[in-house]
């Protein structure tokens, strides 16, 4: 009942033929954007890329680039476009597990289902955004849930991050270990807070900050999409609006790069300049040994006039 409820209010068509192996459409790249000439003008500059790293058979992360882009599971792949900032833009970002072929299908599940109330986003109301995000969560998991048991696996899910660019404004969600960073004048800032035991212990002084990153609770998670078995209703973790102005970036990004670079790497990669600042952060942690996949989407919110 509750599910039949979700999918009604977002819009998900209960008849529609959901493929044996869920996938979110992949679109052709679009052109870049040539600003006007007013140079008082902001857009948002947004990378991404993705890689299954150097010791992973496949690669379990998943990604929605506001419909432009949507991958399931690619083993590489990446791009870097403008956008206008006076329109609503949606990403996401996902991370699987599970083992098996699990951690893919729920990760494509994941970015197929915010793909489906991307529409509802841009046309809401910042106010209702965490309304159509706690949607968004208790679909993907109940989804999540149903086809892992469908294939007799009892573990499995995804994280997201998820950003929603609104009036000028970033509204950031997530659920997991996936993190967002925050990169301005007054350096970075990671906005999300791992939902691990590791955090979990930190908090009640079981671990120091040293002691529960080299702890076996470091990839715990406490919440993700899928934990949520009795399918009670998950909610969307929200973190503070950003005011996207002409030198913040944001940074979404799975613990493939979060175990791999420094917080000194990031935040010297993010305040450099490069074309595709997203596959420069991969790159770092491919060089640093690649251990896990990893995927990286940067905004940034630029001004000025721009050749093709």
Known sequence: MLDNFIKKILGHDEQQNTPETPSAPVIMAPVNLRP????????????????????????????????????????????????????????????????????????????AALGDISEKLRSSSASDLPFFMNGFARLANNEIIEMLAENG?????????????????????????????????????????????????????????????????????TCFLGADKAQLGLDAQPCLPVTMRPGVKLLMCSDGLSDMCSREEIAAILAADHENTA????????????????????????NGIFNS
Do not use: W
């Open 36 to 111: 006007g000439k007013d140079e008082g003008e902001l857009y948002y500059k947004v990378s991404f890329s993705t890689d299954r790293g150097l010791m992973r058979e496949k690669n379990e992360d998943s990604y929605f680039i506001d419909g432009k882009y949507s991958s399931v599971s690619e083993q590489s792949s990446g791009d870097c476009f403008l956008e206008l900032s006076d329109e609503t833009h949606v990403y996401g970002l996902f991370d699987g597990m599970g083992g098996e072929s699990f951690g893919d299908r729920a990760s494509a599940l994941a970015a």
């Open 153 to 221: 696996c009892e573990r499995g899910g995804s994280t997201f991050t998820a950003i929603c660019l609104k009036d000028g404004s970033a509204y950031p969600f997530y659920l997991g270990d996936s993190r967002i960073y925050l990169c301005d004048e007054n350096g970075l800032l990671q906005i999300t807070e791992d939902q691990t035991l590791a955090i979990r212990n930190i908090k009640s002084g079981v671990y120091t900050e040293e002691e529960a990153k080299n702890s076996p609770d470091h990839h715990k998670l």
């Open 279 to 302: 596959q420069a952060l991969k790159d770092k942690a491919i060089e640093n040994g690649g251990a896990d996949n990893v995927t990286c989407i940067v905004i940034e919110a630029i």
